[in-house]
């Protein structure tokens, strides 16, 4: 007997059983709703700041916060006790591993740290975060998780609007020291910039919701957002949200066509490089304009601060979140060369920073972790029927990846665009998982007996 393989159909749908609205997964979806405003409210909303207080903040900042590791970890148990209690199997398995062995290769490198226990707890804070978030989508599944996310924003928004007549704190004060943030909107944020990603981020998010619902207050959110991020006089994020919500649209009308997606995906790919290889060209040109710090914060001063560290250790890096404001000994104040960068916290390029605290192959894991494999997903796994999931959660990650060409936010502690991001991440990932697969069955066929006469 001959045997054929053929097409037998697609795959059904995951659907929700009639328990997902039981007590246990609305307690831990509003369990993740909570964790999210703790986190974009933070402990000290419309506090007042120097910048040499947000500096210290973030040298501070590493791990040892009682009230923050207690409520990281509450949240944590919470969730996992709701895992232990359910009834109805998970909406979600952690298939992430390449994110899990990025995870572990950061543990690694904590131990040749100029201080090891500093990097630990800021590794462990990210263990927690990751876990929050991937625990929180195996029990409420894609759908809940990122209408938790729309929820936190829309509510956030609304308190930023509400705070700018309420409270001189909402605005960025005459007192600052860098003049360039006088009169920014911050809202509860301690940062025009954080304010504006945030914003821009709402404003993708609800925007596409208003194209897909048609339900007006989405379109009102959606502007309110817009205006809000144009007063924070954030330059990239105005750029990035515009650009991403035009973007977001092209790839809804392509969710019907894997090629031309392909093509969509390899321009966005075109334009990271292209935005390097601009640097690379003109490199005399771009210090001179921007090595300044008061124009365009001195990014390309920065960046020269982990660039030549690199070049004297190309290998191992300095360790997971030692290389910047981690005391005395940090790294950093060996090749700083300009006096304004003792006051930096970051390198303001998400790919340098975890490629001068993990190495190249932190660099390689952190690629193929958040750029190939979403990219992959992405490419392979819309549909119309799971468009309102997949088309906002490639925007914020086209946001976030380009963002970080200029900031960083890659596992950048428990900051709000890197939270948001994960759960981007998240979402896109059980999607594609959950997406209806060809399903192949063998056929036998009758083989005919040749009678020679």
């Known amino acids: 007997m001959a045997t054929s393989w053929h097409r037998g159909g697609l795959a059904a749908p995951v ?45 501070a900042n590493d791990g040892s916060d009682l009230f923050k590791q207690a409520l990281f970890i509450g949240f944590a148990l919470l969730l996992t006790a709701v895992q232990v209690m359910r009834k109805e199997p ?8 390449p994110l899990a062995i990025m995870l572990v290769w950061f543990f690694i490198t904590c131990t040749w740290g100029v201080a090891p226990f500093v990097s630990f707890k800021r590794a462990m804070q990210q263990l927690i975060v990751i876990y929050i978030t991937f625990c929180a989508l195996s029990l409420i599944g894609p759908e809940r998780l990122f209408n938790a996310l729309r929820a936190a924003l829309i509510v956030s928004l609304v308190i930023c ?17 860098d003049k360039a943030l006088i009169g920014a909107w911050r809202g509860f944020f301690f940062h025009k910039n954080i304010a504006g990603a945030v914003m821009a981020l709402c404003f993708i998010v609800c925007g596409n919701s208003w194209i897909d619902r048609r339900k007006w207050y989405y379109a009102l959110f959606a502007l309110m957002a817009f205006v809000f991020v144009i007063g924070t006089k954030s330059k990239t994020s105005l750029a ?36 390097l290889g601009l640097y690379i060209a ?12 008061t124009s365009f914060t001195g990014r390309v001063s920065i960046w020269q601060v982990p660039l030549d560290y690199l070049a004297d250790h190309p290998y191992l890096g300095a360790g997971f979140g030692g290389f910047w404001q981690v005391g005395a000994n940090s790294p950093a104040f060996d090749y700083l060369n300009q006096q304004f960068q003792m ?14 605290t993990t190495g190249p192959l ?31 959660a490639f925007a914020i990650w086209v946001f976030v990846m380009y963002q970080n060409l200029l900031e960083t936010s890659f596992f950048d502690k428990d900051r709000q665009v890197w939270v948001i991001f994960l759960a981007a991440v998240a979402t896109a990932h059980a999607t594609f998982k959950a997406k209806p697969r060809p399903i192949w069955s063998r056929r036998h066929l009758k083989q005919a007996e040749t009678v020679n006469g």
């Open 15 to 59: 659907k929700e059983s009639d328990s997902s609205s039981s007590k246990l997964v609305w307690v831990a979806q509003v369990f993740y709703f909570v964790f999210l405003m703790m986190v974009f409210i933070g402990q000290q909303p419309f506090a007042s700041r120097t910048q040499e207080e947000l500096v210290a903040m973030a040298e």
């Open 90 to 97: 998970l909406k979600y398995r952690f298939t992430f591993w």
């Open 161 to 177: 609007w509400a705070s700018l007549p309420l409270t001189p704190a909402a605005v960025h004060p005459p007192t600052e020291s």
């Open 240 to 275: 990035l949200c515009v650009g991403m919500l035009a973007i977001s649209n092209i790839y809804r009308a392509l969710s019907d066509n894997t090629q031309k997606r392909a093509i969509l995906l390899l321009m966005l790919g075109f334009g990271m490089v292209g935005f």
């Open 282 to 293: 003109y490199q005399p040109t771009i210090e001179r304009l921007f090595a300044d710090p």
């Open 343 to 356: 006051l930096t916290a970051h390198s303001h390029d998400g790919y340098l920073e975890i490629w001068v």
């Open 362 to 392: 932190g660099l390689v894991l952190l690629l193929l972790s958040f750029l190939v494999l979403p990219a992959y997903w992405f490419l392979t796994g819309s549909t119309k029927e799971n468009q309102t999931l997949m088309v906002p």
